[in-house]
């Protein structure tokens, strides 16, 4: 055979290792539409100025009334309905972290401890250089970590992260390295105080205060404590019920505090909403669970949780945060057994990450999503943890790498 | 309002609906086609598609008349200026990861198939030039316009691919 003919032969041979995916003219479109709006932002903006130019400048030449310039906003109708269109890898953080936070100019990730042996890390990365510039002692079983400009926020669990282990087979660690909050100066990289409480799990800022939600030592349920930052002090002690409640998770709402509560064995999860300015919660909602405890974030006026649909594991319930009313349930076609694992707002989109690895985008005004952007390796390493910040998506992926995604 | 202004504004309001309907009706006729043109250039299946969907947006702001008969060559085009760009660009990304001790970057699986293998480590350029030649049939002429260069650079590369992959296979032959 000539060259020519093995050549052609590897080509041909090679046609069938790309094939057209079914969404990838709505992912075009979609991108096409975001870069109209951002044209017509322009061009607004520059008749906008011409307006703005033409006020300021007719009274000085004569009597003539200005004549504004009307620019009107883009309307819903002239929203594009297409999905939005997939975000795009950017680089590998080699880093393995199960958690996430964005804060202080820093992207912060919780390592898991190595078998116990020591003391879990978590680990500060310049999201610019991408460089781990820090490593922080935390506990032996750390559970969640929040940031914001002025420090950080460790949760430090009893023995087991999750509260399904039997309490029996738990190593036991001393205070502050379990059963406690620690809170870490971003100017010194140093874990500058350590509170002590029972079953911490999630933790959230907001309302300026901490918000942690705790396994209640008295009735197995969900207790949300929320801190003062500076004093260290428990300011309201909130019981939402339930009994012998798995990981709670809690997120800071515009007008509330949201916090899932899922007890063991039931099929259900509840949403509780807590009031800031009179620290009383009520129920807010209501969702299927799945084999992945359910997820709460919030933002663009909505609250979002990670639920199970009739047609597939992966589903985000939708409801405006205001008044609980509006909701909706959004898709994310997926396979059984498993589902999403977390979820978050931010660069103007919604973002769930699936114990398959997929990473979804869900457009929050049209509730359209891009197809999944697959993290990690095949088979599905699982995404554990999604956040925002510094104008990309971060994903803590199972194959032991954050990723960097454009939105 | 001053017409002139009101006009331009609506103008941009909504995108052009024939613009976009146009080019839905190459993608279905053609984006198969640039995927795989893609995927040789890359050897990336992820990539590929990146490369022409960024190639569709830039054709639709491109804000040029594009005939029919001639989308084919400029969408190639536009894919191999694109990916010219974007391997300046991973390759600036990779290096600093490589700096900063992280040498993760996007990685297919080394391909088992030998001239597939061969294919995929001669220079973009070439590359480019050896999928135009030997799996679109394009003449000499018609990869040139393709890509924007001269026959006579065309021919250049082709003659270097050819011995590069000869002395690539003949080797593996002798081996």
């Not at chain 1, 880093?95 to 390592?111: I, N, P, R, Y």
């Amino acid at each position: 055979m000539s060259i020519d003919d093995e050549i052609k032969k590897a080509f041909t041979r090679h046609e069938s290792d790309v094939r057209s995916r079914p969404g990838a003219w709505s992912d075009i479109e979609g991108r096409i539409g975001r870069s109209h709006r951002r044209r017509m932002i322009a061009a607004g903006l520059g008749a906008g100025l011409a307006a703005v130019a033409a006020i300021v400048a007719i009274p000085k030449i004569g009597s003539q009334q200005p004549q504004p310039i009307l620019t009107s906003p883009p309307s819903a109708s002239s929203r594009p309905t297409t999905a939005p269109s997939r975000p795009r890898v950017v680089a590998k953080i080699r880093a393995s972290v199960f958690a996430l936070a964005a804060g202080s100019d820093s992207l912060w990730g919780l390592e898991s401890a190595a078998g116990g042996a020591k003391p879990a890390s978590l680990i500060r990365i310049d999201p610019r250089t991408r460089n781990v510039v820090a490593r922080i002692q935390v506990g032996y079983v750390p559970g969640a970590v929040a940031a914001d400009s002025k420090a950080i926020w460790v949760t430090n669990g009893s023995g087991c992260r999750v509260v399904t282990c039997a309490d029996a087979s738990a190593p036991t660690f001393r205070f502050p390295q379990q059963n406690s909050v620690m809170k870490i100066d971003p100017a010194t990289d140093r874990v500058v105080a350590s509170l002590r409480v029972e079953g911490p799990q999630d933790v959230a800022l907001g309302f300026g205060s901490v918000w942690v939600t705790t396994t209640g030592k008295a009735t197995g349920g969900t207790v949300v404590l929320r801190i003062d930052p500076d004093s260290g002090q428990v300011v309201a002690t909130i019981p939402l019920g339930g009994s012998k409640v798995e990981f709670a998770h809690v997120a800071v709402g515009d007008q509330s505090v949201l916090v899932t509560v899922s007890s063991a064995g039931s099929q259900f999860s509840e949403v509780a909403q807590i009031d800031p300015a009179t620290n009383k919660s009520s129920s807010a909602a209501r969702v299927m669970r799945g084999s992945t405890l359910p997820d709460v974030a919030a933002g663009f006026g909505s609250v979002w949780v990670t639920t199970p649909d009739q047609s597939t594991p992966s589903a985000l319930f939708r409801f405006d945060e205001n008044d609980n009313l509006n909701t909706s349930t959004i898709p994310l076609p997926d396979a059984a057994p498993i589902g999403l694992n977390a979820v978050t707002t931010g660069e103007g989109y919604v973002w769930a990450v699936s114990a398959r690895g997929y990473l979804w985008k869900v457009d929050p005004a049209t509730r359209k999503h891009a197809d999944p952007t697959t993290i990690g390796a095949t088979p599905p390493d699982p995404a554990d943890a999604v956040v925002t910040g510094f104008s990309y998506v971060w994903v803590a992926s199972g194959d032991g790498q954050i990723w960097q995604l454009s939105p | 309002m001053n017409p002139a202004i009101a006009e331009r504004t609506i103008g941009v309001l909504e995108p052009s609906k024939s613009r976009i309907d146009r080019l839905g009706e190459w993608f279905s006729a053609e984006y198969t086609g640039l995927l795989r043109f893609a995927y040789f250039l890359t050897g990336d299946p992820a990539a590929a598609e990146d490369l022409v969907q960024d190639a569709f947006v830039r054709l639709y702001r491109a804000d040029r008349h594009i005939e029919a008969a001639g989308f084919r060559a400029y969408a190639r085009r536009t894919i191999v200026n694109l990916h010219r760009t974007r391997f300046r660009r991973v390759g600036a990304e990779r290096r600093a990861l490589i700096a900063s001790g992280s040498p993760e970057e996007h990685r297919s699986p080394e391909p088992t198939d030998h001239v597939w293998r061969a294919i995929l480590a001669l220079p973009k350029g070439q590359r480019a030039c050896v999928a135009l030649r030997f799996y679109e049939d394009l003449s000499e002429q018609e990869t040139a316009l393709t890509l924007g260069v001269s026959t006579g650079t065309v021919k250049k590369q082709m003659h270097r691919a050819m011995r590069t992959l000869r002395e690539a296979l003949g080797e593996r032959s002798e081996s």
